[in-house]
């Protein structure tokens, strides 16, 4: 069966509510994207969440560099505003209160993303064009899908992308030249309760683009067969699936990826995520790939409540011995951070 993909103009689509209409206060609307400069061990992490029963929204900006970002504060640069008015869109062009700008002049090909900080001492404008298709994406977190609305239609993509740049931070300047992935959702409610809707281990989500031959994206818990931190902690029966999400494309061809088996061989001491991993796959086709991965940057951020969140910037090395950076985002919830704190500290 073919990965389904998503219409270009999906890229603009962020409705409110018709007037009478009654939508679920913790329906959202979602746009990530981000960036890396490897050589500066440096990423950035910028999302938008628009909260439309409102309506509101919340998002901004987060660079961080090196490894050393327990703290939200630890990062470079953070704006990240919890709330803010509904954005403005006008056009193809979406402006946020706090300076963040997307622009799709060529929706599902082309995006521009802008940003200056109120004192102008942080900004950057980059250009991302489209490598992979629109990919179609539901939910990621498990049980997500019993909150939504039956009668609406709810949806999301994944995509990789050749940004290029340029980063001004204070005083610093940083040309941009790299694989990002990007994704987005629509009309999903997520309530975020404490514990997640579903119990469920860490998740991992591990894009890497090696060029048009390999592109791919997962996400998934680190395989019960490895000695995960998590056990002991969660249940997971054999035979349930380790993966939630995951496709690939392979010489131009989307495929929906099998089997996915993540091994993390070091945690980082403070902030207990994955600092290097290994990932191995089997397509649908049957063809299989193993990877190996190490964080150069990672921090603590601030975008989804009642959760502990970390973005990282990683770089991959597949079975030929090629590199690429992208990022890696990981995510628990209460129950596994009390574990580890408890368990090292």
């Known amino acids: 069966m073919p990965l389904p993909v998503q219409p270009p103009e999906t890229d603009l689509f962020v409705p409110l509510p018709a007037p009478g209409e009654a939508m679920d206060p913790y329906t959202v ?11 500066a061990e440096l990423g950035c992490f910028i999302y938008l969440r628009y909260q ?5 929204s919340q998002g901004g900006v987060n660079i961080f560099r090196g490894m050393n970002n327990d703290s939200v504060l630890d990062a470079e640069h953070v704006d990240y505003r919890i709330t803010m008015p509904w954005p403005t869109v006008e056009g193809s ?28 001492a942080v900004r950057f404008t980059i250009e991302q064009r489209a490598v992979t298709p629109l990919l179609a994406r539901g939910h990621i977190m498990p049980g997500e899908e019993d909150h939504h609305d ?5 949806g999301g993509i994944e995509q990789f992308l050749h940004c290029t740049g340029e980063l001004e931070l204070r005083g610093e300047r940083f040309d941009i030249d790299c694989m990002a992935v990007r994704d987005r959702s629509w009309l999903q409610v997520r309530r975020e309760d404490p514990g997640g809707a579903r119990r469920t281990p860490p998740l991992g989500w591990t894009p890497m683009y090696f060029g048009p031959d390999l592109a791919l994206n997962a996400v998934s ?34 495929r929906r990826i099998a089997e996915v088996r993540r091994d993390v061989l070091d945690y980082h001491p403070t902030m207990y995520a994955a600092t290097r991993q290994r990932l191995e796959i089997t397509d649908a086709a049957g ?15 601030p975008a989804w409540p009642n959760v502990v969140f970390h973005d990282s910037v990683y770089r991959w090395t597949d079975e030929q011995g090629r590199v690429t950076h992208c990022t890696y985002q990981e995510i628990w919830f209460d129950e596994y951070q009390r574990a580890m704190k408890a368990r090292l500290t």
């Open 221 to 254: 818990i680190e395989a019960p067969d490895t000695a995960p931190r998590w056990a002991g902690i969660y249940d997971v029966p054999d035979g349930t699936p380790t993966s939630f999400y995951a496709w690939l494309v392979r010489d131009g061809e989307p």
């Open 52 to 56: 439309p029963a409102f309506p509101l």
């Open 93 to 120: 062009l979406i402006r946020t209160d706090n300076g963040l700008e997307i622009e799709f002049p060529v929706p599902g090909e082309v995006a521009l993303v802008r940003y200056a900080s109120p004192d102008k």
């Open 287 to 301: 063809e299989r790939y193993s990877f190996t991965g190490e964080a150069i940057a990672m921090s603590a951020i």
């Open 29 to 39: 609307h979602t746009h990530y994207f981000g960036f890396a400069v490897p050589q």
């Open 150 to 154: 039956p009668a609406r239609a709810t």
